[in-house]
């Protein structure tokens, strides 16, 4: 890749020398895919610490850091106050297989935001959450169809790893190996904001349909966001065909608004999915909705689901402390502010670009679209040209102290701990790189 550096370039030999170990023990070199910069190029620095709203690899190169663990850590890395709590539910034991009252707290406290939730099962991660809460609406309607959207990711369960076939109304085709086409094809795909094509496979197939999953602020693909009365017409929908709505708030949720989307949206889903922020950082997923769907679980009904380390004191205990904090800071007023001020900053860097850029934004997520006109709704709408350019932009703020997503469908997250004048570096960083792009 060409690029002229006006900065000195990264030291990353220890950085380079790990990764080159990690890749003959770890396929690729790492435990999930996008941190291997394959989208980007480069050797991933390989961290060791990290402090508020800054990592440290190696080498010894601090980060202003905008990937906040791919969303978890809403209140910024190691905060004094969740590490107290999690070192002191640790020396109490890390597991026990039983009943805890952190359980109990957390689930209290979740129900009592989020709307509509009455009960909650806590697992290992999001993944899990998504694929039980698919499990229970298939057991509490007892059928086995389930609509998914192009552009959202749900975790990699095996009926989630599917993309749209031909044609307008299709069942689902595998978008991962070793996913049996068996699978897939109880799962239909439909694209964003297409209320018409929603309504038609509604009209022809809608008895048949366990649930409708989507994010309802979709963050994984790009940030698209939905005008509320698509979500409301799923909501109307679903109930009149006897489906559930299910929310995956995996990102969403305790971050974007106090009780997530649904709140934000004022649209109350039959189940909704958790994970990051309510682990405050450590293994967290939860699923929950009403009661009478809740109470089909294990032990009480029919529905199977369970986990060894699910519940353990210790990811509760880090969950609890940072809804806490998050509360007690008013944290989603102060967070909507942070967003603000980096869309005052970044905004008017991103118009004078020698491209077409914009900044899209939802509380403290946000994400840059590379393209002319609209901020795209939908999947098929992102242009993939984009990749290249987000590729000098990732580089230029690396080489200037500075981490976002190695990948330009994937967001960024503000957190607690970053402050103005860390918005100040980016808004510096940024507009250093812009102006090489006309070197
Ligand atoms: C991250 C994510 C998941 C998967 O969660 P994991 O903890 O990575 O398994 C599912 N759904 C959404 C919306 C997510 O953002």
Redesign the pocket.
Known sequence: MAMTQHCSPLHQDRSVGLFERAKQVLPGGVS?PVRAFGAVGGSPPVITSASGARVTDVDGNEFLDFVGS??PLILGHAHPEVTAAVAAAVSRGTTYGAPTPSEVELAERLTAIYPGLEKVRFT???????MSAIRLARGVTNRDLIVKFAG?????ADHLLVSAGSGLVTFGQPSSAGVPAAFAEKTLVLDLDDEEAFDTLIDERGEEIAAVLI?PI???NGLLVQHAEFLAKLKLRTAGVGALLIF?????GFRVARGGAAELFGITPDLA?F??VI?GGL???AFGGRAEYMDQLAPLGPVYQAGTLSGNPVAMTAGLSTLEILEREDAWTKLEQLGQALEERISPILEAAPFPARLVRVGSIFWMSLQEGEAPRRADAIEPGAAEIYQRIFHGLLLRGITIAPSAYEVGFLSLAHTAADLDLLAVALSETLNEFTD
């Not at 290992?124 to 998504?130: N, Q």
């Not at 959202?152 to 990699?156: N, Q, R």
């Not at 995956?248 to 969403?252: G, S, T």
């Open positions: 999930s791919w969303g290992s991660s999001g993944t899990e959450a998504v959202c990711y749900h975790g990699h994010e979709p963050a994984n995956d708030e995996v990102i969403n999915t994970g990051k682990g293994p967290v997923g």
